[in-house]
């Protein structure tokens, strides 16, 4: 059972290696989902995580300068300010902020 259990370990990186991750460019453009292929031999969220950095689809922190760049690309705006709290639920329901 434990020689069994450790082939089991040992193939899990080799049998989860691609990653789908969707993307629209317009709120009228239909999904499309992207394929990357992960690589290494750390946790899977590890190494997606690590992937989607790289890629940039994963930012954990925005600069202001960034983040005005997007609000100024895709108007955000509720009246003259919006809540950081509805930024973070607009960028996380709407796909194509991720553009």
Do not use: C
Not at 42 to 69: H, I, Q, W, Y
């Amino acid at each position: 059972m434990k020689s069994a259990d450790g082939a089991v370990v040992a193939r899990l990186p080799e049998t989860y290696q691609w990653l789908l991750v969707p993307a629209q460019s317009s709120p009228q453009s239909p999904v499309e989902w992207h394929a990357y292929r992960l690589s290494g031999q750390d946790a899977l969220a590890v190494r997606a995580s690590k992937r989607l950095r790289n890629e940039e689809l994963l930012v954990p922190a925005l600069a202001g300068t960034r983040l005005r760049m997007e609000l100024d690309r895709i108007p955000l705006w509720r009246g003259d300010d919006v809540a950081i709290k509805q930024l973070a639920e607009d960028f996380a329901r709407y796909l194509y902020l991720h553009g």
